[in-house]
DNA sequence: CAATGCGGGAGGA
DNA sequence: TCCTCCCGCATTG
């Protein structure tokens, strides 16, 4: 079998690039595979820099023969970058279903025993806009063709002039995302976009896995040239976790309506059809990406997500939620410095932080007040908020604090995230957080847009160029991003660091680090920092993203818009 | 429904 | 000829 392999290797599976370093006659197997498992067990081995350059490799996974019954397997690696092979037990259940934190592909390369996968990039936001720290969307594409169409074609109404808009109209578009719930961008409402990976001589990073004896060999062939996504695993988590919160409150809200009536689920006082939702599996994918916490609620002591029964009002229901959380750390989350141990704040701070009325000020919202911004946190705040008719959106500081005290960075920052992912003012992509691409100027964006389920042109991309429409001193919105940490302050527009323009980011996240929002993206933030604001960030203790406050309310009664939402749905749909 | 794997095929170097 | 990605289909969870 090898030896018809073999040459069907050579026919048909030999991918060997030019560039790629292969060691003709190196030491044993055996050597470079012990040399990889004895690599630290930390984050720079999950980015795939096990296996150096100079690493004796003596196998390829076109090689004839493989090397047999490696002594020593690696640790599976979920983020390989770079040129780098491993070999991993056959019982790695991982291993076993070619599992990577990138979003890969399968790709034909016509040997039935090895197969190959190409990597898709990653799901950034078509213009751009920048989250409130000044990171930028990463999204997981869909594997499937047809999901990830679907992922990144918005039925979302983007930003319409309400004012300007039929009631009628209005309350349409208002419905549309919640019943069709099409990914956009949950900062700035526009279309998702792929980069696509082009980290292999222009193609994508190809990931090479080959079943042989008791091994698995893979093989990776290229550098990433785009940030990560989200991991599968993390992405699955949430979903699962979300759709049993959802049906948690559906069943509580059932019991507590007691509403034998269905077609009757909703009124004008903001009660929806709750069926509605749970029918909606895209919905799953907007709720994530919103934060049900709010300034005004209290970290309860959240009981098991698996029993819980109590009446779904807001708090609970993040509660609920942070649960939830708590119950998928993520395995995959790449953090290469220290990790956080910083206290989220308590009520007892007397400040939220140096800028605190970035925050709060309402007022300081752009002049775009009179538009409908639907991005999917509005959608859960006021679906949430449906159910508390009462709820104070302008509440007290979240009480983060006592639940939150021993978690690790990921956990925290889900939290944080949650406040963070609320419509801040200098949220809008208007607002200098926001890196711009350099043609804007009439020219369409560089990054490449996905037309068509498949075809994604590979010419075009090219990393935007990142500019300040203010400085930071300048942009007093923009430092109150930041956060402290235990080395210092997180910067909010990282990109501000970045290389310059046309200067491709490093293939390897390093110096970045990246943190999950509880939505469908992830956040890159580089370590570098701004000495001087991480110094007066951690004068103060307090952490920005606990006094993040949503902003919400400012411009639309959400409450009134939910119920109109939702009576318009039940109604027509 | 999405992920996954397989295989035919087209296109470029 | 080789290697790549595109695309459709079937299977699986």
Request: negative net charge.
């Amino acid at each position: 079998m090898r030896c018809a392999l073999a040459a069907k290797s050579q026919d048909l599976g030999d991918t060997r690039s030019s560039e790629e370093q292969r060691q003709p006659e190196p030491g044993s197997w055996a050597a470079r595979a012990t040399e990889a498992s004895q690599m630290p067990a930390d984050a720079s081995q999950d980015a795939g820099h096990g296996c150096p350059q100079g690493a004796t490799l003596s196998w390829d996974i076109n090689d004839p023969r493989m090397p047999p019954k490696p002594a020593h397997f690696d640790h599976f690696r979920e983020w390989p970058d770079g040129y780098v092979r491993f070999i991993y037990s056959s019982t790695e259940k991982k291993a076993q279903r070619h599992l990577s934190g990138w979003a890969m592909r399968n790709t034909n390369n016509h040997n039935g025993h090895i197969l190959k996968k190409s990597c898709l990039g990653v799901v950034v936001c078509a213009r751009a806009c920048a989250l409130p720290d000044g990171s930028r969307l990463q999204l997981r594409p869909a594997i499937c063709d047809k999901a990830r169409l679907k992922q990144q074609s918005a039925w979302g109404p983007g930003r319409w002039p309400v004012t300007a808009l039929p009631s009628l109209t209005r309350l349409l578009l208002i419905s549309l995302p919640l019943v069709f719930a099409e990914k956009v961008c949950p900062n700035c409402q526009s279309a998702l976009e792929l980069i696509p990976c082009r980290g292999h001589s222009g193609y994508p990073v190809t990931n090479f896995w080959r079943l042989d004896g008791s091994a698995i060999f893979f093989q990776a062939k290229g550098v990433h040239d785009h940030p990560r996504p989200e991991s599968k695993s993390e992405t699955e988590a949430r979903r699962n976790a979300l759709k049993r919160q959802m049906a948690s409150i559906y069943q509580a809200q059932k019991k507590r309506t007691q509403e034998p009536e269905v077609g009757e689920n909703q009124d004008s006082s903001g009660h929806f059809n709750n069926t509605s939702l749970l029918e909606s599996p895209q919905l799953f994918d907007l709720l994530p990406d919103t934060s049900f916490s709010s300034p005004g609620q209290t970290c309860p002591s959240f009981p098991n997500l698996d029993v819980y029964t109590a009446p779904c009002d807001l708090a609970s229901f993040q509660g609920h939620l942070t649960s939830a959380f708590q119950k998928y750390p993520n395995p995959s989350i790449y953090w290469p410095g220290p990790p956080y141990s910083y206290d989220l704040a308590g009520p007892e701070y007397p400040s939220p932080g140096p800028y605190p009325t970035l925050y709060k000020d309402s007022t300081s919202i752009p002049s775009d007040t009179d538009w409908v911004d639907l991005n999917a946190l509005q959608y859960n705040i006021s679906s949430y908020s449906s159910y508390e008719s009462s709820f104070d959106f302008t509440g007290k500081q979240c009480g983060w604090k006592p639940g939150f005290a021993k978690l690790g960075l990921e956990e925290r920052t889900e939290h944080g995230q949650l406040q963070a992912m609320a419509r801040c003012p200098y949220y809008n992509a208007e607002l200098p957080c926001r890196y711009l691409v350099t043609s804007s100027a009439g020219g369409p964006a560089l990054q490449t847009v996905i037309t068509t389920t498949t075809k994604v042109s590979y010419q075009a991309y090219q990393r935007p160029t990142l500019k300040h429409s203010g400085s930071m001193q300048e942009g007093g919105s923009f430092s109150s991003c930041s956060f402290a940490s235990e080395d210092g302050l997180v910067s909010i527009c990282p990109e501000a660091l970045d290389a310059p323009s046309g200067i491709p980011r490093a293939a390897s996240p390093v110096g970045r680090a990246s943190l999950k929002i509880p939505g469908d993206f992830w956040v890159n933030r580089p370590t570098a920092a701004f000495p001087q604001e991480a110094a007066a960030s951690r004068t103060d203790g307090a952490d920005p993203w606990d006094v993040c406050l949503p902003g919400l309310g400012s411009e639309i009664s959400f409450s009134d818009r939910v119920g109109l939402l939702f009576s318009y749905d039940s109604e027509d749909f």
